[in-house]
């Protein structure tokens, strides 16, 4: 049986990407993909892994712009949305 998933290119299920734009008043932002292409969030519909739960926004302190982190995207009636997000230095330690 061979695994179809390229864990070099998507390690933890995640794409990879940059936060370009954060605007931590409004809570929006643009996250670019390794291949270029900006995808934004907005909260409170993007989770944030690792960040508490409640509150208006939460884990936007966890975020800032040039930060390296995984993302999710899915699609929503404003076109495709990051969905979930996960800054790079929470990454698991290898086994």
């Not at 929503?76 to 290898?94: A, Y």
Request: zero cysteines.
């Amino acid at each position: 049986m061979t695994d179809d998933f390229d864990s070099e290119r998507f390690p933890g299920n995640f794409y990879q990407g940059i936060i370009v734009r954060l605007d931590r008043a409004r809570g929006r932002g643009m996250v670019r993909s390794n291949r270029g292409r900006d995808v934004s969030f907005e909260f409170p519909f993007v989770a944030v892994v690792g960040a508490g739960i409640g509150g208006r926004m939460p884990g936007i302190e966890l975020l800032k712009e040039g930060d390296r982190v995984g993302f999710d995207v899915g699609w929503t009636s404003s076109g495709l949305r990051v969905t979930t997000i996960k800054p790079l230095e929470q990454t698991d330690t290898p086994e």
